[in-house]
T-cell receptor, first 112, second 115 residues
Framework: QKEVEQNSGPLSVPEGAIASLNCTYS??????FFWYRQYSGKSPELIMF????GDKEDGRFTAQLNKASQYVSLLIRDSQPSDSATYLC????????????FGSGTRLSIRP | ETGVTQSPTHLIKTRGQQVTLRCSSQ?????VSWYQQALGQGPQFIFQ???????GRGNFPPRFSGLQFPNYSSELNVNALELDDSALYLC??????????????FGQGTRLTVV
């Protein structure tokens, strides 16, 4: 069973600090990795995707991928109360054109 | 707004009944994927339709079935509803099956409650 693991949280971070969200995956052949944000009662929205080892930055968000360790993370700089949400890590199976496996999400709370 | 619309937004059904959920994909998108999200869990892949054909299926029983129409809208049908089918059902549309350059956009979901 291919899995994506996340700490469920809640992760509480003071406003303005860096929030660090982590994810591990079991399928060593996975090639594509996604971070989605989901507000309570809403549908997931894509924040970032990453395919290559290393860092990828987009505004306040940085995704980090280490395929050797099967580890992907998301850093949120200058955290804002509006960043409070559940963050879903998702991995695309290499062997399938269609299936994305989601983790159960980490609940992030930014305290003012 | 993602341009992906789902109907209905909420639904209550009785155990054993059948339900049909609908999804209109974003303009220009030919691929729809369906997910089930139980409370406190991540979305679980049910299946994907690409150009009216099923293109991959997750670990769901045959009573979960689907269709995609020529305009690329899609339906998810669930027969013999069970209490554990209570969840948020999400559809995501994309321009082609997901690849490195393809982004999927989610609809707002249908909240199904089975009593």
């Amino acid at each position: 069973q291919k899995e994506v693991e996340q700490n469920s949280g809640p992760l509480s971070v003071p406003e303005g600090a860096i929030a660090s969200l982590n994810c591990t995956y079991s399928d060593r052949g996975s090639q594509s990795f996604f971070w989605y944000r989901q507000y309570s009662g809403k549908s997931p929205e894509l924040i970032m995707f990453i395919y290559s080892n290393g860092d990828k930055e987009d505004g306040r968000f940085t995704a980090q991928l280490n395929k050797a360790s099967q580890y992907v993370s998301l850093l949120i700089r200058d955290s804002q109360p509006s960043d409070s949400a559940t963050y879903l890590c998702a991995v695309k199976e290499d062997s399938s054109a269609s299936k994305i496996i989601f983790g159960s999400g980490t609940r992030l709370s930014i305290r003012p | 707004e993602t341009g992906v619309t789902q109907s209905p937004t909420h639904l209550i059904k009785t155990r054993g009944q059948q339900v049909t959920l609908r999804c209109s994909s974003q303009s220009g998108h030919n691929t729809v994927s369906w997910y089930q999200q139980a409370l406190g869990q991540g979305p679980q892949f049910i299946f994907q339709y690409y150009r009216e054909e099923e293109n991959g299926r997750g670990n769901f029983p045959p009573r979960f079935s689907g269709l995609q129409f020529p305009n690329y809208s899609s339906e998810l049908n669930v027969n013999a509803l069970e209490l554990d089918d209570s969840a948020l059902y999400l559809c995501a549309s994309s321009q082609g099956p997901l690849s490195q350059d393809t982004e999927a956009f989610f609809g707002q979901g249908t909240r199904l409650t089975v009593v």
